[in-house]
């Protein structure tokens, strides 16, 4: 070129290749500090977001529990950062982590092809074109001043979500600013669009309210502008950003607004995936690695297609206890409560979900016979300090333990009493007595495998910390002690092996001397 992209006379694209890249792609923008009009934009993409590579080496890490979140795609910020967001509720708005999780996404979807019959390498250039079409939206979007829409998934059903005659003229989602798992179909035949590939009804919207030509007379002008502002409560123009959405346990209360979720019926999406990722499973052995390699692009694939699960149980426990919020005006067309529970069914649903795929004693058994080759590749003296086994357990707690920590947060306890008096039929005490059900019934007069005896020492100590906690309410201990003592009643029970006894006796040991500290 004959001309310099740091030129403030052009807005480029730019394709950069760095060592160490802060993010996969990103579009910083100046503006002119006193009218606001957006003076230079720029959008770089790295190398590092289309190689696949950024992450890989860290994604199995269990024990970085920032780097592994990050690589499942739910909590994206810093182990500083998230102190920060878990207390304050509120998140880095200067950090964009969609390049990221495009790339976890695009690791997924070559998965997804690779267990397909037929596989190319002309379907993964598909897949790669609709993602960097998405990516170069999403962050022209930033440039433009668009804020991120955690709730523009919600746009289409499971069924439309793979109409492409729909999804290319109107979009996928009704924004790119949004943080959209890869659209699969468990039908390959009819697999549609991965990824948006034209703005969304959210961005024409908000750009339309930004950057039409305004008229001369303010009065005349004002009316255009509510006008425009009057369709919010349209479906397709839901909006909710990073203050809004539930990634982190205890923040927020509306489960529409989520990342790493697709569709308006998000539930029957985690229930799909969640067979999807066990068919691709099934296969992964025999399509990782090819002759001559290591084991390591196996053991990353396996981390990568594990880890939809992980989003798929976060997304799902929202709904237990969550809020529907509307942010109508006083009068305005369409407008209904502002404030609306979780039906009981929808509830219900979403702790079966996670009853069933999460807690129950077979919940990681299968395939069993990856376990021996999930081998990362030795590259000099990287992998001393945490040993190479793959540490499957420590994996399989960061799973349960988002959904426990969410599902006994006290912020969701307190609005599940709280919701009461507005509609909310799904009690504290029932939702405790049904997840305490799904940790123990399955096997408490018989034999307890390994995970679920670390599913349960583990979720009897969240029960006693909360029990001995001042962030909690009455209703909230009353039910945590209830439970607990449930809990002792089976850990005073005979039967099982010598290693379920020894767990049991784990058990009763770990209440017995929680409950003495306290008189």
Partial sequence: AEWDAGDIRYNVLRWTASPFPPWGGYGPSFTNPRTGQILGADVMLELSFVKN????????????SSLA????GVDLYTEQENDAHHNSQSCNHFNCAAAQLMQLNNMMGAAYLKSSEGFSDEKISVLIKESLHYLALHEVGHTLGLMHNM??????????AHNKELTEKVGLYGSVMDYPAINLNNDRE???????????????WAIEFGYSTGLDNEIDEQKRLDKILARSL????????DADDMRAPGKAIDPRVMIFDMSNDPIKFSEDRAKLVKEILLGLKDKYPTGGESYHELAVAYSVVTGQMYNLFATASRYVGGIYVERAMEGQEGATKPLTPVPLETQKRAMKFISDNLLSPN???EPKELYNYLQRQRRGFDFYRSSEDPKLYSRFALFYNNVFDHLLHQNVLRRMSDSELYGNEYSVFEMTSDLTKAVFDADKNGTINTYRQNLQIDYTKKLLAALSSNAYDDVA????LYNIKEIEKIAKSGGG????????????????KSLKSKN
């Avoid at 009819?190 to 024409?204: E, L, S």
């Avoid at 006894?501 to 017995?512: F, G, P, Q, R, V």
């Fill in 53 to 64: 590579d950024l992450f890989e080496s860290k994604l199995y890490d269990a024990k970085s």
């Fill in 69 to 72: 979140s990050v690589g499942m």
């Fill in 151 to 160: 709730k523009a998934t919600n746009l289409h059903s499971p069924e439309d």
């Fill in 190 to 204: 009819k697999q549609g669009n991965y990824f948006t590939t034209v703005p969304g009804p959210y961005d024409h």
């Fill in 234 to 241: 349209e479906p397709e123009l839901m909006f909710g950003n």
């Fill in 363 to 365: 919940a990681f058994d």
């Fill in 477 to 480: 201990k009353s039910s945590i």
């Fill in 497 to 512: 092996s010598g290693s379920t006894k020894a767990h049991k006796m784990h058990l009763a040991y770990l209440i017995e």
